[in-house]
């Protein structure tokens, strides 16, 4: 997902992609309006509020709010809970998940900001995470507080709102270490001027990191145990896994503009199938059991097989998504690895596609290609 | 006189509460519970200190084993409670349902109806179809059938199935679906809410609950009788008729305070009984049959809703902590898990606890619950001290959740049907169980002799090695040997196999197939063949369908190779026998495409030895495939061997021996063979290797070399084009090939080597050329003359 600091000034229309507290003002807006139950301090929105943003749902008035994440709901309740406690909250999951999409909501809905964003990567320093000094004033004028740089986190802290750290196992080991006086002591020293800042109430946190890419930096089990760990799966169901596929292709392709028309839903499902299938290791009739590929195969990417299938039939076919445009696209995101992942992928095209009535056209297509 | 009816759910702790307390406060003189009135003799060994819960009452027909029903208590169970309660402080206990003699004979009716039936549509399908004959309009019998279950689901209205599938799921625990109408995960949670509520009062809880149970089955349709009912209604309108049968008894037998405890379905249909009339026509003329009760001791993985008990729990573990230290004990709870967890290896330390349990708080209160429930732990569990992974819940939830308790009843009780069974069998079969080592020798050609030797297969199966197999001479005999020895301990482990069936067979089948979860591939081909002699043919398939999905994930492909071989024997000889065994058509056309997609990556880089292995099992397979003549797998199968055998990396023996394969199929023309032999006994490729080729290619069979002049002249060059060092380190490679054939093979080639073309147009040429030494020639033709012969 696009992270972009998109100056306020912009036209929302003309900005690629609209924070979500941009995005879905009106919402928060009428749910403040109706949310009579009590709100921790500095929280935009009540606990129960903040539920229904997420996972949608209708109010008193009628007032449609959409769902931002579909899939047990039970999940985002304990993210919620976790966060009106002081414990910090660490989404954990596969890439593609939709961690920092709920980090985003969550952000927005509880403190009305989601740009208070530390990104984690290897060359994070503890300046990004703490402060850093505005160099010609500290020349000039000494260590003041003036000459101070605050960082996201030192903001969120002295305004009672909710930081995000994405990617949090990419940061160097020394560096994480950093949040661990942050979340126990709830202050940050600053030992330049002898002075601290102390974080208001509401303060909080919301990491996010990949459990694939194991060992990049593990946390230190000082730091792990600051954190709720959250883990966000891969979708339970075939319905729901189409459900969020179709709406988020069909939206990125209108924001692409491509030229084919939306996905069927039966290709859309087919797409999916392929990938739960061979995702769980099973049909979904639960009756062969088959190897699993080396990808993650995340609804992320079957996003991208149906986009990319999409602008395929678009520019050099007939406009209507079929077996053919897909195909490509499909054996590009199971076959990672050359030799395993092909074997597994033939075996599959074997035993259940070459089978499975009406999906003769995707065996031909893949067969093509393979 | 006063009637107090205690509506109850089956094994929750939180009723269970209620139910003392306010029997406690009414001091009934009589008090009735739900359960089969035969068992009301048994009910006396409840209060036997070695009588430890979970157990059950078991209810069997000792004619027909098949035919049981369980009654399991938990300490937990209100039932158990009630039971406790009476006879503690020595007050009247009585049990109302309908008798299990009615139901088992209702059962038996119903069997011999259902045969009636099986053979009158058999006797119209072969009608039909001699009808058909005759029309020369020949159908399988197959699309019969379908064409019959397709006219029955369109009689079946929709409206009407939808309505019967809440009703039972409601009738399974109607609390629960209350609980589910109030946000509740089931209806623990929300009895206890009611009693947390400060509903203080148990005696009007229990009122509440008759009037919400009033309302629920009026609104399905009520409980008097009517003519629509399907046969499972029928069933509970009987049960309920005995059950105010036996109240109106207790009414005229003069008891003061009368307590009713049963399933909280139950009680509107008690408390406000239909026309009487209506009993008693359907309790008039019911069929009998014979009933045995006795107890048994239960676990609490059987009570738990995953074992398939209808009226189970989903975590019993919990419901007896619930039960011991009662709902507001989290922390307690969560101090038990943080153990259990740290007896598998976590760290887990009191802050995790803390913090869990406050996560936990959070949680309940943004759900509005007042105190967390297993599921708000659970998740609090998983989100601070597992870091997120169900995975790791796992570990705690066999041992915790569920909980491995297992019940206990006292020695002097009557025993099971299991050793009952047995006894029976080891009586009709003249097969007594001696201590002292006994031989005895089977001839499975005898009906007797054969169910003796299936008895002791199955017991085998069972893991109550009683004999052993002794050596039989010769394949394919029909004698069996065997060293019977019964040693004392397999009564022990007798009673302890009876929570696995009535009878020595489906103990068996249920037991085995237990076990066969964790066996491993090779493991499970032999398990299959162990049910076969057996005779289980259930077993079989589940066996079957295990190696189905333990094959399709296998990545091992010599394992999953060895398994075509006796699979497809066992296809064929299923066959013969007219005992078709559906699956391993399945498991066979799904196993096979697999190896052929992946016996190339097993075949690489093998040593001489495993490659020896390698093409035998390949050539076994082949065999067995062949046998079953499935053209479509046949084609498949070559098709991978002959790509296979142009791959060059391949060890030399595998290649020759995969090239006679396909010779002898067929698939190889002459021509082609002997393209293929000349390239492998080229000179580029190294000598080993060629000799390796041959010895394969050879195969212990020298008869294509008699016959194939073209292979045989080949052969002679590539030995005579040997370097004397290249001979001599080849020569016992050729030999060992050579003297696997049988002495006429040898006598035939000698002698084509005597009369040999090759040499013979060799010295003609060397006359001519004269280049060879023919006295150093002719030192080396006895030596290869004998070589040959040998």
């Known amino acids: ?370 | 006189m006063t009637l107090s009816f205690f509506g109850i759910r089956h094994h929750g702790p939180g009723s269970a509460r209620s139910l003392e307390r306010a029997l406690a406060r009414l001091n009934p003189d009589l008090i009735l519970v739900e359960g089969p009135p035969e068992a009301e003799s048994a009910l006396k060994s409840i209060l036997d200190p070695d009588m430890l819960p979970p157990v059950a009452l078991l209810a069997h027909d000792p004619k027909s084993a098949h035919r049981a029903s369980f009654y399991p208590f938990a300490q937990f169970s209100p039932e158990w409670r009630a039971f406790r309660y009476a006879l503690e402080s020595d007050i009247e206990l009585r049990l109302m349902d309908l008798p299990v003699a009615h139901k088992f004979g209702l059962l038996a009716a119903q069997e011999r109806a259902d045969n009636e039936v099986e053979v009158s549509r058999k006797e119209i399908v072969s009608a039909e179809k001699r009808e058909e004959d005759k029309a020369g309009l020949a159908d399988e019998p197959q699309s019969e059938t379908q064409r019959a279950s397709e006219s029955l689901s369109l009689n079946l209205d929709p409206q009407r199935e939808f309505q019967r599938f809440w009703r039972e799921a409601i009738l399974r625990d109607p609390l629960s679906y209350f609980g589910q109408l109030a946000g509740y995960g089931d209806g623990e949670g929300w009895w206890e809410k009611q009693v947390e509520l400060g509903q203080r009062d148990d005696q009007s809880l229990f009122m509440a609950v008759a009037e919400m149970m009033t309302a629920l089955r009026e609104s399905l349709g009520g409980w008097a009788y009517r003519e629509d009912m399907s046969e499972s209604e029928r069933h509970e309108f009987r049960r309920e008729a005995s059950m105010r049968k036996i109240i109106k008894k207790a009414k005229r037998d003069h008891f003061e305070r009368i307590a009713v405890v049963c399933g909280a379905w139950h009680v509107p249909a008690l408390i406000n009984p239909p026309p009487l009339a209506q009993d008693r026509r359907a309790l008039k003329d019911l069929p009998k049959s014979k009933v045995v009760v006795t107890w048994i001791p239960w676990t609490y993985g059987r009570l738990s809703a995953e074992s398939g008990y209808g009226a189970g729990v989903i975590s019993p573990g919990w419901y007896d902590h619930l039960w011991e230290s009662g709902a507001t004990q989290g922390a307690l709870w969560l101090s038990k898990v943080a153990r259990a967890l740290r007896d598998e290896g976590l760290d887990i330390s009191s802050a995790h606890i803390i913090e869990s349990h406050r996560l936990a708080e959070a949680l309940a209160s943004l759900r509005d619950f007042p105190v967390p429930r297993l599921e708000e732990l659970n998740e609090a569990i998983c989100a601070v001290m597992l870091f997120g992974d169900h995975r790791a819940l796992k570990l705690i939830k066999s041992k915790l959740m569920i909980s491995e308790r297992v019940g206990e009843i006292p020695s002097s009780l009557p025993a099971t049907p299991l050793q009952r069974d047995l006894q029976q069998l080891q009586k009709r079969l003249r097969l007594k169980p001696s201590p002292e080592r006994q031989e005895k020798t089977f001839d499975l050609r005898k009906p007797l002799d054969l169910e003796r030797s299936q008895l002791i297969h199955r017991l085998k199966l069972l893991e109550l090695p009683w004999g052993e197999l002794g050596y039989s001479s010769g394949d394919g005999t029909f004698k069996e040997h065997w060293l019977l020895e019964w040693r004392p301990e397999f009564a022990l482990e007798l009673i302890d196999r009876a929570r696995w069936g009535q009878t020595v067979e489906s103990a068996t089948i249920a037991y085995a197939s237990h076990q066969a979860q964790s066996l491993t591939l090779s493991e499970l081909t032999e398990h299959i063949k162990f049910a076969i002699t057996a005779d289980l043919s259930p077993l079989v398939s589940v066996t079957l369908n295990l190696l189905h999905h333990r094959a399709s994930v296998s990545s091992d492909m010599t394992q999953l190779l060895n398994t075509i071989s006796p699979l497809a024997d066992l296809a064929h000889y299923s066959d013969v026998r007219g005992s078709r065994i559906e699956v391993v058509d399945e498991v066979i056309n799904s196993i096979t495409p697999r190896v052929s997609i992946g016996l190339f990556h097993a075949c690489l880089s093998l040593n001489e030895t495993s490659a020896a292995q390698m093409s035998e099992q390949i050539e076994k397979a082949t065999i067995s495939l062949q046998r079953l003549e499935r053209k479509e797998l046949l084609d498949q199968w070559f098709e991978s061997l002959l790509s296979l055998s142009q791959r060059d990396s391949l060890q030399g023996y595998l290649l020759g021996s995969l090239c006679r394969l396909l010779v002898n199929a067929d698939l190889l023309s002459d021509t082609e063979s002997a393209h293929r032999m000349s390239l492998a006994l080229s000179r580029s490729v190294s000598p080993t290797q060629s000799a390796a080729w041959l010895e394969g290619f050879l195969n212990g069979s020298g008869l294509i070399l008699i016959y194939d002049d073209e292979l045989w002249t080949l052969v002679d060059q590539w030995v005579y084009g040997l370097s004397e060092d290249h001979f001599i380190d080849l020569l016992p490679l050729i030999r060992r090939t050579f003297s696997s054939f049988t002495p006429a093979e040898l006598r035939q080639l000698g002698s084509k080597l005597s009369r040999n073309s090759f040499l013979s147009s060799l010295s003609q040429e060397s006359e001519d050329v004269e280049l060879i030494d023919h006295e150093r020639a002719a030192s080396a033709l006895p030596f290869l003359e004998r070589m040959l012969r040998q």
């Not at chain 1, 928060?28 to 935009?44: G, K």
């Not at chain 1, 703490?130 to 002295?158: F, Q």
């Not at chain 1, 639960?286 to 299938?309: D, F, R, Y």
Request: hydrophobic share 40%; aromatic share 4%; with cysteine.
């Open chain 1, 1 to 370: 997902m696009v992270k972009h600091s998109a100056s306020k000034s912009l036209e929302t229309d003309q900005i690629l992609r609209a924070h979500a507290e941009l995005e879905f003002s009106a919402e928060l807006t009428v749910l403040e309006a109706y949310d009579q139950r009590q709100r921790p301090p500095h929280w935009r929105l009540s606990p129960w509020a903040v539920k229904t943003y997420l996972l949608g749902g209708t109010l008193e008035d009628g007032t449609k709010i959409s769902p931002k994440y579909i899939g047990n709901h039970r999940l985002i309740e304990i993210a919620i809970a976790t966060l009106a406690t002081d414990r910090a909250l660490l989404l954990y999951g596969v890439p593609g998940t939709a961690k920092s999409w709920v980090s985003e909501h969550l952000a927005a809905a509880i403190s009305g900001d989601s740009t208070l964003l530390i990104q984690g990567t290897a060359g994070t320093s503890e300046e990004s995470i703490r402060y850093g000094w505005n160099y010609a004033e500290l020349l000039a004028k000494g260590p003041s507080d003036r000459a101070i740089v605050p960082s996201p986190m030192m903001k969120a802290m002295s305004e009672g709102r909710i930081a995000r750290v994405e990617e949090l196992t990419r940061i160097p080991a020394d560096v994480q270490d950093t949040l661990i006086t942050i979340l126990s002591e709830k202050m940050m020293p600053i030992p330049e001027l002898g002075s601290e800042v102390q974080a208001m109430r509401g303060f909080n946190i919301i990491a996010t990191a990949n459990n694939r890419d194991k060992g990049v930096n593990e946390l230190s089990s000082a730091l792990k145990r600051r954190f709720n760990t959250v883990i966000l799966p891969v979708p339970s169901t075939i319905e729901e896994e189409v459900s969020i596929v179709e709406s988020r292709a069909a939206k990125l392709g209108r924001a692409l503009e491509l030229p084919a028309e939306r996905p069927t839903l039966e290709e859309v499902r087919r797409v999916v199938t392929v990938f739960r299938e061979l995702r769980e290791g099973k049909t979904l009739d639960g009756k062969i059991k088959l190897k699993t590929p080396s990808g993650t195969l995340s609804p992320a990417e079957a996003i991208s097989v149906v986009n990319s299938g999409l602008s395929l039939a678009g520019h050099f076919g007939d406009g209507v998504l079929n077996a053919h445009d897909i195909a490509s696209g499909l054996l590009g995101a199971i076959i990672k690895d050359p030799v395993q992942d092909s074997i597994v992928m033939r075996e599959y095209l074997e035993t259940v596609v070459k089978e499975r009535e009406g999906w003769m056209d995707l065996y031909r297509a893949c067969r093509e290609v393979i």
